[in-house]
């Protein structure tokens, strides 16, 4: 009868521990000063229950940004299989009567019990001031998720050392899988932004939803700690704690015990002669010559192309030069020799050359038709058309109404082309119109261009959606602006009461509304800053001041046009159950109403003493 042979050899586990144990110190460390000391200070400080929550809430979903999983996950495995860089090491460890199988688990295993412990270790360390936080159903879903997340980086840094013959070929591999996906998808936005019509937003970064290969960024996007700060009880605000982003965790994981047996068999099927090789495996060569010519050739022309207006017959010349200079370099460092130049190496890089270019002619000529493309309404959660104000509209009917404007544009796509770039053309002056679409599974969408102020034909229909007080109204001073106590303010370089605070911005609100001051595009006349007055208000809103920007994600801290900046609010006493507002505008000669107030208060005398003087020592030259 056969024994049965182990998965696991508990002598390499037990030396592993014992060899690396810094590794696991030096994880503890960071882990204690991310959550026990500051946890512990929290209760050192406060004993505002509703405020301790808060602040635990903030530390456990800090203590989880994925840079702490990616570095510890890096250290894990490539202590435990460094013995795969170096010649004699791994002669050495696979002459020992074990199978690759064992070696491979052993080492697999110690590493995660390397990175995993730490983790464990803080969690109980926590779970005492979590607790005493009234927050004990938070700890077992943060410690599971923290170790998810340290396993699927884990998983990528082992199959980096598997495929990789040498550390820093290791290193760029766990990068590029963390990574890849969403730098060459950025590389060819930076393209689109200085190329395509109305593309100059696109280089944003976006919702990391999309990125679904590149896990660091994925995970970043899709997984986190989230509450209902708004909650006015600690029993209401506890039970509004909740992670988003578990199923797409769950799938990672699930796909990640793949990729570990996907790691051990080439793991098997590794040769200890390619120890010091760039790739241990042929089929990687290919990879990293094409993926390093495209980003280092992208990256490199649109860095030169960048100091002035792109030219896409240089910008494709230098694409070229740059992803064949760093192809034969590649190939340089893998065959470690000069003598790259052979027929099938030539033959490939051409190849390499012709597919890359092809890629940016499509995106040059617009193949896709990105740059008219208009989503669906139906699609759309809302949408956003900033000009001098910032328009959002939730509404089919409304949102229809932005998009007629963006198809505007779009028919005088040849008359405006020529704007694109934002300068200014004999003379005329230019306005920036933009579009931001978001649609409801999360994603958006955005476009920008440069518009003449004499184009009436999309300036008029433009002025129709801005011709709305309220609107404007709820762009400078908020939506829930009435919930506002106005305290101080400013305008002559005069100190303003609550009083006159307050009868201002109620004055200035009635002037918007009988069209005293309007707020359009291209409207304002020329001698318009001759003839108006800084003003700003500042107050309270409890619990927090509604701004139309925050129906679009990532717009909270939005400041648009020259002619004013909208309401901005900061939290007071390092809680969001009220905030401090500001809102800055201008009050000119034709603002009746305000005029009077300002009568009253003894500010002014006359609509013209809000006029800017002219210093009687100022001497005009020329």
């Known amino acids: 009868m056969r024994s049965k042979t182990s998965l696991f050899k508990p002598v390499i586990i037990k030396t592993n521990l014992k060899r690396f144990w810094p590794v696991s110190l030096i994880y503890m460390i960071v882990l204690i000063f991310l959550l026990p000391v500051p946890l512990a200070d929290i209760f050192r400080h406060s004993d505002d229950g509703l405020g301790i929550m808060h602040s635990v809430i903030s530390i456990l979903s800090t203590s989880q940004l994925i840079i702490f999983p990616v570095f510890a996950a890096a250290g894990g495995a490539f202590t435990c299989f460094f013995y795969l860089f170096s010649a004699r090491s791994s002669n050495m460890i696979h002459a020992f009567p074990v199978d690759r199988k064992q070696l491979f688990a052993s080492n697999f295993i110690s590493g995660l019990i390397l990175i995993a412990a730490p983790q464990v270790i803080a969690a109980i360390i926590s779970a005492p001031f979590i607790m005493e936080a009234g927050l004990a159903r938070c700890i077992l879903p943060w410690l599971l998720t923290s170790l998810a997340c340290l396993f699927i980086f884990y998983v990528i840094a082992v199959l980096s050392c598997v495929l990789a013959g040498h550390a820093l070929a290791a290193l760029v591999f766990y990068a590029f899988f963390n990574l890849a996906e969403g730098l060459m998808i950025l590389l060819c936005r930076a393209f689109l932004s200085l190329t395509g019509f109305g593309l100059s937003g696109i280089l944003a970064v976006g919702n990391m939803r999309q990125y679904i290969l590149s896990p660091a960024m994925f995970i970043t996007g899709v997984f986190g700690l989230s509450a209902d700060y708004n909650q006015e009880t600690m029993q209401e605000f506890a039970r509004s704690v909740h992670y988003h982003g578990i199923i797409p965790l769950v799938i990672y994981v699930i796909v990640c015990c793949f990729i570990t047996l996907l790691a051990l068999y080439l793991y098997k099927k590794r040769r200890l002669e390619t120890v010091q090789e760039m790739s241990a495996f042929a089929f990687m060569r290919p990879l990293m010559r094409w993926i390093i010519a495209f980003g280092v050739g992208t990256a490199a022309a649109l860095a030169i192309e960048s100091m002035g207006i792109l030219s896409f017959p240089r910008f494709l010349v230098l694409l070229i030069i740059f992803a064949l200079l760093s192809f034969f370099a590649v190939e340089m460092v893998l065959k470690k020799s000069f003598r790259i130049f052979r027929k099938r190496t030539v033959i490939e890089a051409a190849l390499c050359v012709v597919c890359v270019s092809a890629l940016f002619i499509i995106l040059r000529n617009d193949t896709f038709g990105i740059t008219n493309r208009i989503p669906d309404p139906d699609e759309l959660s809302a949408a956003g058309l900033t000009s001098n104000v910032l328009i959002v509209k939730e509404d089919k009917e409304d949102i229809e109404k932005i998009e007629d404007v963006h198809k505007l544009i779009l028919e005088h796509k040849a008359e405006l082309i020529e704007y694109n770039s934002g300068a200014f053309h004999d003379g005329i ?147 969001p159950a009220r905030e401090q507002v500001m809102a800055q505008f201008y009050v000119t000669t034709n603002c009746t109403h305000t005029i009077e107030v300002l009568k009253e208060a003894g500010i002014i005398e006359t609509a013209e003493d809000l006029l800017p003087r002219m210093d009687e020592d100022a001497i005009i030259v020329g």
């Open 429 to 575: 002056p230019l306005e920036y119109l933009a579009f931001t679409y978001c649609r409801k599974d999360g994603s958006i969408l955005s476009r920008g261009y440069y518009i003449p102020v004499d184009m009436i034909e999309i300036i008029e229909p433009l002025n129709e959606l801005e011709n709305d007080a309220s609107l404007v109204s709820d762009y400078i001073f908020g939506i829930n602006s009435d919930d506002i106590k106005w305290d101080s303010g400013n305008i002559l370089e005069q100190s303003l009461d609550a009083e006159t605070a307050e009868a201002i911005y109620i004055a200035y609100r009635e002037d918007l509304e009988d069209g005293n001051i309007r707020w359009q595009t291209g409207s304002l006349e020329p001698d318009y800053w001759d003839r108006s007055c800084y003003v700003t208000l500042t107050g309270m809103v409890s619990p927090r001041l509604d701004l139309p920007q925050d129906k679009i994600p990532g717009m909270r801290a939005y400041y648009a046009g020259p002619y004013f900046s909208p309401a901005t609010t900061w939290s007071m006493y390092g809680t």
